[in-house]
């Protein structure tokens, strides 16, 4: 199969085309032939992208570990998908990503697409969703009523959860540049700080139940005074993996694959309850551009996916 590796030259981020073997599925496991694959381009400097999983120094990892496309092949004993079948997902992040023709996952890291939307959209998804639903609901313990402060609300993890926690009746408050302010607001934001002008320590007024940072440096230590008594900071930046305040340990999470998750989220999908945005789509063989924010007319909120196959529409 074709894939898009890390070249071994020492250059960050620089991606080259080589041929690896098509994968073959253990139980439990299915070959997806891919179609589009979202982009998280802090995952070059990620742990497992750097070593295995043994903690040996990894090279050549193919990046992107979320994905649209169709079942290629089944592992053994996978009843629950058939082949041809259109998915989306998520993988291991030690094993080979899905800038590739093929892909190796669980199957219970998968889940049928979404139906209203099509294979560049529906990479866009998994990660983002699934970061900002076990954030909200596993570490922040959302209840409607809370007042939510999220930090970097039109990130590709930002505005899935201004949605989840708008749909579940949190208050949300959302930091974001000015020129994405209407469309967070539209994602159901209830009140927006410009965090350009604006210490947003100054802007919340009264006390919040969850702090969700997605942005990292000081944010999330910035925020801990704003926290009421027994409530919840959850951070996802990559630059807190690995620190070792307690304050930030308690508050770091990675976010997991999770079927039933990702099913509950196509099921919002298609009912119209949640949006995904997809910031830019870059074709499979400049897909480095993807990682080094090279890439021309951003929207610039959401997520860059790159079209693996030439087939993928939005
Ligand atoms: N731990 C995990 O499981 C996990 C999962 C996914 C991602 N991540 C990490 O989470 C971080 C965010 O990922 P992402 O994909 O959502 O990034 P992204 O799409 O690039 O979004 C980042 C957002 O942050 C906003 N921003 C930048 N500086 C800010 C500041 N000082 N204050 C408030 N907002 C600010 C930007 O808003 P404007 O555009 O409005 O200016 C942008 O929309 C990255 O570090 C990524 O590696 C971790």
């Known amino acids: 199969m074709k894939v898009m590796r890390l070249a071994d030259s020492g250059n960050p981020g620089h991606l080259v085309e080589a041929t690896l073997p098509d994968p073959q599925p253990a139980p439990g496991q ?29 090279t050549g990892a193919v990046p992107s ?33 899905a800038l590739a023709e093929l892909c190796l ?25 699934l970061t900002a639903w076990q954030g909200l609901f596993e570490h922040g313990h959302l209840h409607p009523g809370d007042r939510v402060l999220i930090h970097g609300g039109a990130g590709s993890v930002g ?9 579940h009746g949190a208050h949300v408050i959302a ?5 994405n302010f209407a469309l967070v607001q539209q994602l159901g934001a209830d009140e927006l700080i410009d965090y350009h002008a604006t210490r947003f320590e100054d802007a919340v007024t009264e006390p919040v139940d969850i702090v969700f940072d997605t942005v990292g440096g000081d ?11 027994g409530r919840f900071a959850v951070t996802i930046a990559s630059d807190k993996e690995g620190n070792q ?7 770091f999470f990675i976010v997991k694959p999770h079927q039933r998750q990702l099913m509950e989220i196509a099921a919002l999908i298609d009912t119209g309850k949640l949006r995904t945005l997809v910031d830019s789509v870059v074709p499979f063989n400049e897909a480095e551009k993807a990682y080094t924010g090279k890439i021309p007319n951003r929207a610039g909120h959401g997520k860059i996916v790159v079209a693996v196959s030439p087939a993928a529409t939005v």
Do not use: C
């Not at 400097?45 to 750097?50: A, D, G, K, L, V």
């Not at 930091?175 to 020129?179: D, G, K, L, Q, V």
């Not at 305040?245 to 508050?251: F, I, L, T, Y």
């Open 30 to 58: 299915v070959v997806v032939r891919i179609v589009a694959a979202g982009v998280t381009p802090t995952e070059l400097e990620w742990y497992p992208t750097t070593h295995d999983a043994s903690g040996a120094p990894r």
């Open 175 to 179: 930091t974001a540049s000015p020129s």
């Open 219 to 229: 944010v999330l230590l910035r925020s801990l005074p704003l926290l009421k008594p």
């Open 159 to 167: 505005h899935f959860a201004v949605q989840i926690a708008h749909l």
């Open 105 to 129: 996952t669980e199957a219970s890291s998968l889940a049928p697409a979404p139906i209203t939307i099509g294979a560049i959209e529906a990479a866009s998804v998994p990660i983002g969703a």
């Open 65 to 97: 570990h979320e994905f649209s496309g169709t079942i290629a092949s089944l592992g053994s004993d996978v009843h629950d998908f058939t082949l041809g079948q259109s998915v989306f997902g998520m993988n291991d992040w030690f094993s080979p990503g």
């Open 245 to 251: 305040d307690p304050r930030v340990q308690h508050a």
